[in-house]
């Protein structure tokens, strides 16, 4: 009984240790973006004080006002809106196809294919990039969304955590349903992709937050002002000729809101999503 | 069966692709967002020829514009389609393309895609070497001398520093656009409670040193302000070198420094240049009040963290803005390297870059646009908005100038410094310009924190940069 108590106040001391650190780390973890929360409504001569202020004095919304005044955001947040959507989109249904092939179907060479296509993960995007705007620029791809968004369209990465999902799936399901006269694709659209929505939740909000935050692409194969994305759009508001912290806080937050509203619509999806293909491998 | 699914798979991909596709276009209505009043140019009548047919032609104008620099970019642009550009069918559509333009320009030229250069491109003097690897440059030198389109700015009306700062092998190869020196920062209250006088600066670097000691406070041994705080990157330290060599000039490397031809090695081991540098900063470092980490060392400035600081012409407003509240600013000439070294500044900055897109009522609309942007009143303009030195003489003796300098006494020290600079004080043309950046920025760190001697310092730099360089050459021969 006295061992019994002992091993429950440890296992509760254990707990209690791990839930501190956990707060820890995720104060640390959130202080920039608090910071720059705070920065935000804050009056120029307030952000560089010695010692650092972390709360605005008297909250202002000037710079948002200038940051909507010199840069059109709103106008570079659509176009981001629709590349990461396009994007994401694109991910999960090439990928759940792929991943469906290479889960459900056997065919000769489909580890080696799979290899390969896991592979790509290990090409650095940098290395690629001269040879990927010589294809975009000859397909006259150039300042078109497509072609901002094209080396975007599938990757790896998700194409392997859909698979380990399906293959969660007994393959007597799928010859049950087959029997039962269900074919392929059926199987695909009714039964797997309803039973894999938290993958896909997770996949989505991954690429779309991965997406949104590119930079070097979009601006590479764009050359129209009012094309461009918010990541350049942000860029051009920082300058080492002059200080204007608050405007640019002010450009990060409002940047920051789509990724942390799709987030939360998302969710509770994305544990059991991420989750879901640990086990099976 | 497994072959319609593939079929059926592959329209649904097609689909998908369409509809990601969705939206795209690419409808070029242009966009001006002048925050800032431009300056109107109505009398200034260049070049007759006209627009063919009466048409508008567009012509793009890529920028590396950031910040306040941005705004005033715009402004500009916006004041020469409402203009010029409206008198003449031209209309300048600006694209700000990262914080150097001559990076996305050498991802298209290595592509080969030449059709999607811009007509105008805003080039640093460090992008200069890469400009003239690209086939369908259109150097100002050759506009000017096939005297095919009229020219309101004339060559002699630039400055002679900023002509040569873009210059390769007498050739003007992109037109001075925002132009600036470096320039010392200093503290005058914290000078005069130093006990120094504030109004007489240091003029050579072992007045420097005397300067950083009296100006750093301890508290035991901990440094709570720094006399100095300036990290040494290649931009300073071939500052500091400028006015070391014979003739009061030093060109930093061979074939000037690059612009008499291809830079092959660094001249300022050989010449003793370097080590007459180091010996000089060695009384500095010394001192144990000289911090060569670039923090945030304006602001740190700013907050009172240091007493001195080296910095561009074009942050002294910022300066300005950032120290009002706290204490008097004051701004000098760098100091020379010894009594018997030169004054003077290298020139930084970037230029305007024209490229052939094979139709020369494009290059015309350009020329235009270029000239609009070096013209007298827009200079002043940017002198006012941003602090960059205007590279047309004609802007120094417009009323206005002499007026905006009454009211911003400060800003004439930069173009005094500017006036006492030979011409070839430059920053060399070295391609490889991120190695010596390294080198020099790393080894000043090193040194200050004893893990190197000056020696090795000074060997690392020139040693380690000219076989790089010599790697390069071969490579690229």
């Given amino acids: ?281 | 069966m497994k072959k319609a699914l593939s079929l059926l798979m592959a329209s649904a991909l097609l689909l998908g692709l369409l509809a990601a596709c969705g939206g795209g276009g690419s409808s070029a209505a242009p966009e001006s967002t002048g925050g800032t009043e431009a300056p109107a140019q109505g009398e200034e009548q260049g070049s007759e020829t006209p627009a063919p047919g009466g048409e508008t032609v567009t012509i793009e104008f890529w920028n590396s514009a950031e910040g306040a620099m941005a705004t005033s970019v715009d402004a500009l642009v916006a004041e020469f389609n409402s203009s010029v550009g409206a008198d003449k069918g031209i209309h300048v559509e600006a694209i700000f393309q990262g914080s150097d333009v001559t990076e996305k320009l050498n991802t298209l030229a290595q592509a080969g895609d030449y059709a999607n250069f811009p007509d105008v491109g805003q080039i640093y003097s460090a992008g200069i070497p890469d400009m003239l690897q690209m086939d369908n440059l259109l150097p100002i030198d050759d506009v000017y001398d096939s005297g095919k389109f009229e020219s309101s700015v004339e060559k002699g009306d630039i400055i002679e520093n900023f002509q040569r700062t873009y210059t390769f092998e007498g050739r003007l190869i992109g037109m001075p656009f925002n132009a600036s020196t470096m320039l010392f920062y200093y503290n005058k209250d914290a000078a005069r409670e130093a006990g120094l006088d504030a109004e007489t600066p240091p003029s050579t670097i072992a007045e420097l040193a005397e300067w950083t000691e009296a100006l750093t406070i301890r508290d035991g041994d901990a440094v709570t302000r720094y006399g100095l705080n300036i990290q040494v990157d290649r931009y300073e330290l071939v500052n500091y070198l400028a006015g070391i060599g014979a003739d009061g000039v030093n060109y930093i490397g061979d074939n000037g420094g690059g612009r008499d031809g291809m830079m092959t090695k660094l001249t300022i081991g050989e010449d003793g240049s370097l080590m007459k540098l180091l010996n000089e900063w060695e009384k500095v470092v010394n001192t144990g009040g000289f911090k060569a980490v670039n923090d945030n060392e304006r602001e740190e400035f700013a907050v009172g963290m240091s007493a001195m600081n080296y910095q561009s012409s074009s942050q002294l407003s910022t300066m300005i803005e950032l120290t009002k509240d706290s204490f008097e600013l004051g701004v000098a000439f760098l100091p020379r390297n010894s009594e018997e070294d030169a004054w003077g500044a290298s020139v930084g900055g970037g230029s305007l870059c024209m490229f052939d897109l094979g139709d020369e009522t494009r290059q015309w609309a350009a020329w235009e646009f270029v000239q609009f942007m070096v013209s007298p009143e827009s200079q002043l303009f940017l002198l006012k908005n941003n602090g960059y030195l205007p590279v047309n003489d004609n802007t120094y003796s417009m009323p206005e100038y002499e007026a905006f300098i009454e009211e911003q006494p400060l800003a004439a020290v930069p173009v005094e410094q500017l006036r006492i600079s030979h011409p070839h004080m430059q920053e060399p043309l070295d391609i490889l310009n991120w190695e010596l950046n390294a080198l020099a920025r790393d080894g000043f760190i090193d040194w200050v924190d004893g893990k190197v001697t000056k020696e090795q310092l000074h060997d690392n730099i020139v040693d380690g940069f000219n076989a790089k360089l010599e790697e390069y050459l071969r490579a690229n021969a």
Avoid at chain 1, 160 to 168: E, I, S
Avoid at chain 1, 213 to 231: D, F, H
Wanted: glycine letters at 8%; aromatic letters at 14%; one cysteine or more.
């Fill in chain 1, 1 to 281: 009984m006295k061992s019994n108590g002992f091993f429950r106040a440890r296992k509760l001391a254990g707990h209690a240790a791990f839930q501190i650190i956990a707060i820890g780390v995720g104060l640390v973890l959130m202080f920039p973006i608090f910071y720059a929360f705070s920065v935000s409504f804050m009056r120029p001569t307030q952000v560089l004080t010695i010692p650092p202020s972390f709360f605005p004095d008297q909250p202002t919304l000037e710079n948002y006002r200038t940051v909507l005044e010199i840069s059109p955001l709103f106008r570079y947040m659509v176009n981001s809106l629709i590349i990461a959507v396009g994007a994401s989109l694109s991910r999960i249904i090439v990928g759940s196809m792929a991943a469906f092939a290479f889960a459900f179907f056997k065919f000769p060479g489909r580890n080696l294919l799979f290899m390969l296509c896991l592979g790509t993960i290990m090409i650095p995007g940098d290395v690629v990039l001269v040879t990927n705007y010589r294809t975009v620029a000859s397909l006259g791809l150039i300042n078109t969304y497509f072609g901002m968004m094209v080396i975007f369209l599938v990757n790896a990465m998700n194409i392997f955590m859909l698979r380990q999902n399906f293959l969660t799936f007994s393959l007597s399901l799928k010859e049950a349903s087959y029997i039962d006269g269900c074919g392929n694709f059926k199987f695909f659209c009714r039964i797997l992709v309803p039973t894999s929505v938290p993958t896909m939740a997770t996949v989505f909000i991954s690429s779309f937050i991965s997406v949104w935050n590119t930079y070097l692409w979009p601006m590479v194969v764009n050359n129209r002002a009012e094309m461009q994305t918010v990541q350049v759009g942000i860029t051009r508001l920082n300058s080492a000729d002059g200080v204007v912290f608050g405007p640019i806080m002010a450009g990060a937050v409002l940047v920051m809101v789509p990724t942390i509203g799709i987030f939360l619509i998302f969710r509770k999806k994305i544990v059991s999503g991420i989750m879901g293909g640990s086990v099976k491998g």
